[in-house]
């Protein structure tokens, strides 16, 4: 008796996780081709006639308009009023990879299986943890460790009296590689964690490439579709859980009397 009870919660169970597929497919299509709610990007992705330079690799389908693109490549532009050169002059090398990074963020629709909501005066959603490829990173902090900063973060706690961001007081200049001693340092930390430096490589189609070469297609659309596919075969169905939960507690009732 009590087997065949235990079979006929099983098979509700299953009838319910079933019941729930179709919630399931509808957030796996919420995760691509989607733009951030965030200050200057698009309600939704679609073409631009023209981005400009680092940007342009986006430009078949883009989160960023053209004016977008361009005040990514100026220094302390309208955008966030962020000054790069805050501890003397940024080194070119260096600056090409905090560009094409702004291109990534303002431009990128593959970043939808980690964008998260956010409590923030000019965003409402940010990405988390997006697995940055070893060798975009790698190169990043190669051609910035001889530069200068004065923070690990530089999400927070500047000074912005005079409009821009300026060292807070007390923050020392170092080079880079003082404040950043490892590649993994550098981009894991410089945005709150907004990056973390993947085990995997470019064309691994494992992780998002912040460099790609436009007449091969977008390589982060099908890295966008693989961890929206884990992210959702991984996720429990909405209403299991509570059944679950009952399913236990009435196992136990019957096997304990």
């Known amino acids: 008796m009590a087997w065949r009870m235990t079979q006929l919660l099983l098979l509700a169970l299953v009838a ?11 957030a796996r299509t919420d995760l691509l ?26 430009k078949k389908n883009a989160c960023c308009s053209l004016n977008t693109s361009q005040e990514a490549h100026k220094d302390i532009s309208y955008l966030y009023r962020f000054n790069w050169d805050h501890c003397g002059k940024m080194k070119p090398a260096c600056k090409r990879h905090f560009i094409q990074d702004t291109c990534l963020y303002e431009c990128s629709p593959n970043l939808g299986p980690w964008i998260q909501e956010v409590n923030q ?92 070469d436009p007449a091969q297609g977008n390589p982060n659309e099908e890295v966008a579709r693989f961890y929206a596919e884990t992210t959702n075969s991984g996720a429990m169905p909405q209403g299991i859980g509570p059944l679950l939960l009952n399913l236990t507690q009435i196992l136990q009732r019957w096997f304990l009397g």
């Not at 319910?16 to 509808?26: C, F, K, L, T, V």
């Not at 965030?38 to 330079?53: S, Y």
């Open 16 to 26: 319910a996780a079933r019941g729930a597929q179709p919630r399931i497919s509808q």
């Open 33 to 58: 081709n989607v733009c951030m709610d965030a200050k200057h990007h698009k309600t939704k992705p679609g073409p631009e006639d023209k981005l400009h330079d680092q940007c342009s690799p986006w």
């Open 121 to 212: 005066s000019w965003r409402k959603e940010r990405f988390l943890n997006v697995p940055l490829c070893k060798e975009d990173c790698q190169i990043w902090w190669e051609d910035c460790r001889t530069s200068y900063t004065c923070k690990i973060n530089w999400h927070k706690g500047w000074n912005w009296t005079s409009g821009y961001n300026q060292c807070p007081v007390r923050a020392a200049c170092h080079r880079f590689d003082f404040y950043f001693p490892t590649p993994a340092a550098l981009c894991n930390e410089i945005w709150s964690h907004s990056y973390k430096v993947s085990n995997y490589g470019r064309g691994s189609g494992r992780c998002i490439q912040m460099w790609f």
